[in-house]
């Protein structure tokens, strides 16, 4: 029994010879360098074989008894990664199989790194056994298109089951298994040159430490034709017969759509009325207008909108006059309108006094007296005409300044009542820029000739009343006339001199 268990020593030992030699060269080390294999258990009757710098190789041992040579070369066994080595195989005849505590077939040593020589161990212990580079960590899944393959709809590349922290994913789609220039995103959008094919998309993880991986997606069903997103327009202007009409529309999606406009009477495409733009006709008036947008694009289904109808379009009053104001235009003054004939007959007028264009409250008739809130104001009026069936129409008369009031002092004679002495009409304030006109009256009679500020009475004015009118004119304001109270001219000195005699 101990040379047969001896035997077997030997023969483990020489399996175990190349395990240590590719760990070594697996870990970077040197057929030299590599450390020696740790020291078997001392069995009884053995004597411990010297360690070394290298692999041990065994020495011939005498002839077995049962006539069997033991093995003297190098075993050839696989390496660790060899299914031999990692199942128990059928143990060979004589040999015992491997204790739990010995290197068998069942359990294979890891990789051995070398130790640099400032760390061997000294104490005939196995080697500090180094394990794999860290795994990267990258758990490849599936890949999936998400979404409807329709023109201009966005697809998605779906990732189930990955698990890679750290590692950096890139993406290439594929229309018929052709890589498209420049789809590198997760996500792509259908074009018109997709429709009617079929596409997938490839996806790379790049973990750090580890080789990329690469998963195709299965391809999408066909590329149908994408569906625009239309916008109702809108009619904006008035419905009258000559007004232009407008057709407002919000943008379509995709923004690029071609629009095209048909303008409707009362449900029926207007021949050459294909425009943006309609002016009304007279074959409109009475009926309603709408219009059509639709919309092309290459890829896309052909999709219409038609806008809200327009209320009756109207007819227009065409003889309708401007009309004129008449009268004073002063404070306490009366104007009037002059409206004019209006065509056709039957049409109900209205009217409606301005100042300085806003409207003034009641003053709605053909008449209108200015007051002191109309001074410095420019005054207008309008006359508005309806008619069942027509578009009212309002026309406004030309503007008049009611010019704003001097209110002059009342003016007062200074001087002798005789004859030959001079007189002298004292104004009193008056605003600045106002001119003052004079004329002196012998009783109702205008003296000719006697404008001034001064008057001599002569014989001719002997025992009748003088009188001044002072008159005043300034731009912009009405003019203001004063009357001087009576001064009754005597001949000769009168006992009593009066400077101001009023009768």
Request: with cysteine.
């Amino acid at each position: 029994m101990h040379e047969h268990g001896t035997f077997g020593i030997t023969r483990l030992r020489q399996r175990a010879i190349p395990i240590a030699l590719f760990a070594a060269v697996l870990c970077g080390g040197s057929l030299t360098a590599a450390p020696a294999l740790a020291a078997d258990p001392v069995i009884s009757g053995e004597t411990r074989e010297t360690e070394s710098a290298g692999p041990v190789i065994p020495t011939p041992e005498a002839p077995d008894p049962g006539g069997s040579e033991p093995d003297t070369t190098v075993p050839t066994d696989p390496a660790p990664t060899d299914p031999e080595l990692e199942q128990p195989g059928p143990a060979e005849p004589g040999i015992e199989p491997p204790g739990p505590g010995d290197v068998g077939a069942e359990h294979p040593l890891p990789p051995v790194a070398t130790v640099p020589p400032a760390e061997e161990s000294t104490s005939g212990g196995r080697p500090e056994a180094v394990p794999d580079p860290p795994n990267s960590g990258l758990t490849v899944g599936t890949v999936a298109v998400s979404g409807t393959p329709r023109v201009g709809q966005r697809l998605h590349a779906r990732l189930d089951g990955w698990a890679a922290a750290g590692a950096r994913f890139s993406y290439q789609w594929q229309r018929g298994g052709a890589a498209l220039r420049g789809a590198t995103a997760a996500h792509y959008r259908p074009v018109a040159a997709d429709r009617g094919e079929r596409l997938s998309v490839t996806v790379t993880a790049r973990p750090d430490g580890a080789a990329a991986r690469t998963v195709a997606s299965p391809v999408t069903e066909v590329v149908t034709f994408g569906e625009l997103v239309p916008r109702i327009p809108r009619i904006t202007g008035s419905p009258i017969v000559g007004a232009t009409l407008t057709a407002s529309t919000p943008a379509w999606v995709p923004d690029r759509t071609k629009l095209s406009f048909q303008w409707l009477r009362d449900g029926a495409a207007i021949p050459r009325a294909t425009g943006e733009r309609y002016r009304l006709a007279a074959e409109d008036a009475g009926t309603v207008v709408a219009v059509t947008v639709t919309g092309e694009l290459t890829g896309y289904v052909v999709a219409a909108q038609t806008s809200e109808s327009t209320t009756p379009v109207l007819r227009t009053l065409a003889g309708a006059p401007v009309p004129r104001i008449a009268g004073s235009p002063r404070v306490g003054g009366t104007v009037s309108v002059r409206s004019g004939s209006w065509n056709p007959g039957g049409v109900a007028l209205a009217t409606q006094w301005y100042r300085d264009g806003a409207p003034i409250p009641g003053a709605t008739s053909g008449s209108y007296q200015p007051n002191e809130s109309d001074a410095a104001a420019i005054l207008t009026v309008s006359v508005t005409g309806t008619m069942p069936g027509y578009a009212p129409a309002t026309k406004t008369s030309a503007g008049i300044t009611v010019p704003q009031e001097l209110r002059l002092p009342q003016p007062r004679v200074r001087g002798l009542a005789l004859v030959g002495e001079a007189l002298a009409v004292e104004l009193g304030a008056w605003q600045s820029g106002t001119i003052p006109r004079m004329q002196w009256f012998r009783g109702a009679i205008p003296i000719p000739g006697a404008t001034s500020a001064h008057y001599v009475p002569g014989v001719q004015d002997q025992g009748l009343p003088l009188r001044v009118l002072v008159r005043g004119e300034r731009a912009g304001y009405a003019p203001d006339a004063r009357l001087s109270a009576p001064t009754r001219i005597v001949r000769e000195l009168a006992p009593t001199r009066l400077s101001d005699h009023a009768e």
